[in-house]
């Protein structure tokens, strides 16, 4: 799901969610959309994941103060509970996404 910042609050406003700052220059953005995709997704059910273009939506990253890409944010009802920076392994990704969910 794209996520801009007309959509971005009330999508991420209740339950759990995955959110993805990348850019379409970027290497290891497109990598880490691939485990996002492939690994994820699969596996998190009842999960929003979203991406955030930041070309596309330079105010919503730099209200979450995006400085490097990619950066991967588990929200809870909004509020953000973990954060990632670069690519990160499946397993600690779905391991923030349990933590979130308990």
Do not use: H
């Not at 699969?42 to 070309?55: C, F, L, M, R, Y």
């Amino acid at each position: 799901m794209e996520l801009t910042e007309e959509n971005f609050d009330e999508t991420v406003k209740t339950g759990v969610a995955v959110v993805d700052f990348w850019a379409p220059w970027c290497g290891p953005c497109r990598m880490m959309g691939a485990i996002l995709d492939e690994k994820i997704a699969p596996q998190a059910e009842g999960v929003k994941i979203g991406k955030v273009n930041i070309d596309d939506q330079p105010g919503l990253a730099a209200s979450f103060e995006v400085q490097s890409i990619p950066m991967i944010l588990i929200l809870k009802d909004g509020e953000v509970v973990n954060e990632f920076m670069g690519v990160t392994s499946p397993g600690d990704i779905l391991g923030a996404i349990e933590a979130a969910k308990a």
